[in-house]
């Protein structure tokens, strides 16, 4: 009998998915913290078995040993970076919030996540378990690993955020000339947060924002057409920084009411 979670599945095999996750790391490699890592890994290990996994937070908060904030933030992150696609759940009986099915999606996805018509129909509350035998686990290897898999593991590549960002741009579009305009945008952003003693140690925080936002804007030029890119950059890093510091204000909620999925023939009580 075919289980709920295989319609929800993007892979053929177990081997394509790890690959897949593998290769979302080392793309994303300076946008992806340890705790998004780990999350990334609970998801594809749970997910083993049938292609997806149904997971509640707490299940994920408990292997990897963080928060409920953290894990939240990260699974926002991955969503963000397209590296997965969550579905959310809400419970027919008690009309509250579920587990939610997590479905890694394949590197060549990037910002097409995939809205299926009949997403709306999960099995139950329950969450499916983890398979341990004989799973390949891509995380046994460090970040330094995967990163050798990108095409650009020949260079040495700099730490310095506005460095990061010129390779970026020379490497996307062509050009250098516009990374300060970048980095000056950047500056100015996380100044007017920086000042506040509550934020005055995340320095690295917005300098990956910065980063994963300027990637953002490179990508979109792909797609349509932009006329002032340091103005859509400094759109797509104000965004961020306000999930990143602002969304955890409404943590009870994973998303908006009109975002959530209802099983068939559910009625609100």
Do not use: W
């Amino acid at each position: 009998m075919t289980h709920y979670l295989q319609k929800y599945a993007r892979f053929n095999s177990i081997e394509e998915m790890d690959d897949a996750a593998a290769k979302h790391c080392a793309f994303h490699r300076y946008e992806l913290n340890n705790s998004d890592q780990l999350v990334l890994d609970v998801i594809r290990r749970y997910s083993v078995k049938y292609g997806a996994a149904h997971l509640k937070h707490a299940t994920i908060e408990t292997a990897i040993g963080k928060s409920n904030a953290t894990v939240r933030r990260a699974i926002r992150k991955l969503e963000q970076l397209c590296i997965i696609q969550r579905l959310h759940y809400v419970r027919p009986v008690m009309s509250g919030l579920g587990a939610n099915i997590y479905i890694i999606l394949p590197f060549d996805d990037q910002g097409k996540m995939n809205s299926r018509e009949d997403a709306d129909k999960p099995h139950d509350d329950e969450e499916n378990e983890p398979i341990s035998q004989n799973e390949p686990l891509f995380l046994k290897s460090s970040i330094k690993d995967l990163t050798n898999t990108s095409p650009m593991d020949s260079k040495k590549l700099s730490t310095s955020l506005f460095s990061r960002m010129k390779e970026l741009l020379s490497n996307t579009i062509g050009e250098t000339k516009t990374a300060r305009n970048f980095f000056g945008i950047h500056l100015s952003l996380s100044s007017e947060m920086l000042r506040f003693d509550i934020y005055k140690d995340d320095g690295k925080v917005f300098d990956d924002l910065a980063y994963r936002a300027l990637k953002i804007a490179v990508m979109a030029t792909k797609r349509k057409n932009i006329r002032n890119l340091p103005g859509y950059y400094k759109g797509v890093l104000r965004k961020l920084i306000d999930e990143t510091y602002f969304k955890d204000m409404f943590l009870y909620f994973d998303a908006p009411p009109g975002n959530f999925y209802f099983p068939e023939n559910y009625e609100p009580s």
